[in-house]
């Protein structure tokens, strides 16, 4: 059945629809030999679709596992820097996973890696409307005043955030709730709070829990977990 090229990348396991369409625009994907365009449809049972040169994978059976991702470790499959990655962590997985939106090298905590694209744009996609919710350190004097600020952001640059929702925990930690996911959204709202991030541990993602899963371990999402993330499409 022919449909949009980036639903074939994506329904084969190597991305989201978003990220496909970057790679259509990247030059890295082909039809028959020929380079593709953003837009264009094909049937993957007659087609020749390649990735960087490699055919789409034959669709096998789902994955979906939660890792606790340590610092220290980039979000990706290969770096080219030379840099420790997630995909060592779940090397024992015995599928090709890929991660669902990331953290950075500093961050820790939930990160949820499947061969499952559509799967991976719902939990991603803004429409959605996912929370995600850390729990943070910082270095600095904590406040009700510095809650405020951080939750008074309404724009990071130029593009508009949902307001987070802090809370004050003991011991001065944060719990820190965003929606949108930008590039360093949490470390960037403690700076305007004047706050410097020590640990920054991502504990939720919508109805998904870290709960007691310890750092560098994985674990399978149980069928509730798989079901609330395909609710999502």
Same mark, same amino acid.
């Given at each position: 059945?022919?449909?949009?090229?980036?639903?074939?990348i994506?329904?084969?396991?190597?991305?989201?629809?978003?990220?496909?369409e970057?790679?259509?625009?990247a030059?890295?994907?082909?039809?028959?030999?020929a380079p593709?365009?953003?837009?264009?449809?094909?049937?993957?049972?007659?087609?020749?679709?390649?990735?960087?040169?490699?055919?789409?994978?034959?669709?096998?059976?789902r994955v979906?596992?939660?890792?606790?991702?340590?610092?220290?470790?980039?979000?990706?499959?290969?770096?080219?820097?030379?840099?420790?990655t997630?995909a060592?962590?779940?090397?024992?997985?015995?599928?090709?996973?890929?991660?669902?939106?990331r953290?950075?090298?500093?961050?820790e905590g939930?990160?949820i890696l499947?061969?499952?694209?559509?799967?991976?744009?719902?939990?991603?996609h803004?429409?959605?409307?996912?929370?995600?919710?850390?729990?943070?350190d910082?270095s600095?004097?904590?406040?009700?005043?510095?809650?405020?600020?951080? #939750?008074?952001?309404? !724009?990071l640059? /130029?593009?508009? $955030? +949902?307001?987070?929702?802090?809370e004050?925990?003991?011991?001065? %930690? =944060?719990?820190?709730?965003?929606?949108?996911?930008r590039n360093r959204?949490? #470390?960037?709202?403690c !700076?305007?709070? /004047?706050?410097? $991030? +020590?640990?920054l541990?991502?504990v939720?993602?919508?109805?998904? %829990? =870290?709960?007691?899963?310890?750092p560098?371990?994985w674990?399978?999402?149980s069928r509730?977990?798989v079901?609330?993330?395909?609710?999502?499409?």
């Amino acid at each position: 059945m022919r449909q949009r090229l980036q639903k074939c990348i994506s329904e084969a396991g190597l991305a989201s629809r978003r990220a496909a369409e970057a790679m259509i625009v990247a030059g890295r994907v082909t039809v028959n030999s020929a380079p593709a365009a953003l837009g264009q449809s094909a049937d993957p049972e007659r087609d020749d679709i390649r990735v960087d040169g490699v055919p789409l994978p034959t669709v096998g059976a789902r994955v979906y596992i939660m890792l606790h991702k340590p610092r220290g470790y980039v979000t990706t499959l290969h770096d080219e820097r030379g840099r420790r990655t997630v995909a060592e962590l779940v090397s024992g997985v015995g599928a090709r996973v890929y991660p669902v939106g990331r953290l950075d090298l500093n961050s820790e905590g939930l990160l949820i890696l499947t061969n499952d694209g559509a799967a991976a744009n719902a939990l991603m996609h803004p429409s959605h409307d996912v929370a995600k919710t850390y729990l943070v350190d910082v270095s600095g004097a904590v406040s009700d005043r510095a809650a405020e600020v951080m #939750r008074g952001v309404t !724009e990071l640059d /130029g593009d508009a $955030v +949902r307001p987070a929702s802090v809370e004050i925990l003991d011991g001065g %930690r =944060l719990s820190i709730t965003i929606w949108e996911g930008r590039n360093r959204q949490v #470390r960037r709202l403690c !700076e305007k709070a /004047g706050l410097k $991030v +020590r640990r920054l541990v991502r504990v939720a993602e919508g109805e998904l %829990r =870290l709960g007691t899963l310890p750092p560098r371990a994985w674990r399978y999402l149980s069928r509730e977990e798989v079901a609330y993330i395909k609710s999502l499409f």
